[in-house]
């Protein structure tokens, strides 16, 4: 049989093994446009299916960019810029130029500064050790920013190829469609869902005779909640629109919940206000320091929920870190994956619990 690929995901496809990446029935070898059987379930089902590759196969295969000579656009969700930020990038890539594209953007609060969330972005990365050309703010849903990063794309590729790398679960594949969508008219060309690890192999869209726009499959981070979480909390914990900020006014001594998932202590401190800024659909519990422990043995996945019992099943222990706040300007604690909450930091002390997988970390605020 001639090799044929997925125009889902790019897989190589096979018609022998049911359970191997790249099945289909041999029937649809008939199809103009074949899928596996995996992209024919997410694409009509919205189902996912597990498949048997690494993340050691995932990052195998992104790693064979540093031998080639194009531009390399990493998109990173700006909900989670600690699970999404490529450490490795420039190892993975090597001497490629890079344009970080933070996508997401239409779900901040309209108050958030563009302009300084491209700084922390750019800032962010240099910390993590990656050189980027350019940074962009995009929605690959609503299609905000795409034109800019489209003319951004097109001066600094230089009839080069364009790898479109990131994380699983950052959006990367409705970027794509939206790109291609917005340049050639066609519609959904690459599978999307909410759920990590759709692409399986690269894809080419040929650009010009000469160049492509290569989508690379998702690299796998365990620092990334969505690693923790059943579908259905994934979907819940996922903000499909414009997040409302959430104020609760807290007396030390108090705790605020996060389903239980994760969880924010009150320590030590003045009266003030705590601006929560997570997925809507994300119940918020407010609860007494003292009480915490109780009501998380007791009604965690009830009253406490998410997480569900799917969840409940891989769920990394909470761990904690304390933080004390001095410097008097505002401050978020952020619980990556989930969201953040922003306090005045006038000498308070404040405890985050999350996995321990999926450590929480303080920043000057975004907003």
Not at 136 to 165: F, H, N, P, W
Not at 222 to 249: C, F, G, M, W
Not at 328 to 340: C, H
């Amino acid at each position: 049989m001639e090799e044929i690929y997925c125009q889902g995901c790019g897989v190589l496809i096979q018609t022998t093994d049911p359970q191997a990446p790249g099945y289909t029935p041999a029937s649809s070898l008939q199809k103009e446009n074949i899928l596996c059987k995996r992209c024919f379930r997410l694409k009509h089902y919205n189902e996912i299916q597990d498949v048997a590759i690494t993340d050691d196969d995932f990052l195998k295969m992104v790693s064979s960019i540093r031998k080639a000579n194009g531009l390399v656009v990493h998109v990173v969700d700006i909900f989670d810029v600690h699970g999404s930020l490529i450490k490795s990038l420039p190892r993975i890539v090597g001497d490629n130029p890079i344009v970080l594209v933070g996508n997401k953007v239409d779900l901040l609060p309209k108050s958030a500064n563009k302009r300084k969330l491209e700084q922390w972005l750019r800032t962010s990365a240099k910390e993590a050790g990656i050189n980027v050309k350019e940074v962009c703010l995009i929605s690959s849903t609503k299609g905000y920013g795409m034109k800019e990063l489209s003319e951004v794309i097109a001066d600094q590729r230089e009839q080069r190829d364009v790898y479109i790398v990131g994380t699983t679960n950052v959006g990367k594949s409705t970027f794509i469609n939206r790109l291609i969508k917005q340049s050639t008219g066609y519609g959904e060309v690459i599978t999307t869902s909410y759920f990590p690890g759709t692409t399986l192999g690269f894809i080419e869209i040929p650009l010009d005779e000469d160049s492509s726009l290569i989508d690379t499959p998702g690299i796998v981070n365990r620092q990334q909640i969505a690693h923790y979480v059943s579908d259905e909390d994934l979907k819940l914990i996922t903000p499909n629109k414009e997040i409302k900020p959430r104020v609760y006014q807290l007396n030390s001594g108090q705790t605020l919940y996060f389903g239980g998932l994760a969880r924010l202590d009150f320590v030590k401190g003045k009266r003030q206000s705590f601006v929560c800024y997570f997925s809507n659909q994300l119940p918020i519990h407010r609860t007494k320091l003292e009480n915490a422990d109780e009501l998380y043995t007791q009604h965690i996945g009830e009253l406490l929920s998410p997480p569900d019992e799917k969840t409940l099943q891989v769920l990394p222990e909470l761990k904690e870190s304390s933080y004390r706040l001095t410097n008097g300007e505002k401050t978020d604690i952020v619980f990556p994956g989930l969201g953040w909450v922003s306090v005045n930091s006038e000498d308070i002390t404040v405890t985050a619990h999350s996995p321990k997988e999926v450590p929480a970390s303080i920043r000057k605020s975004l907003l």
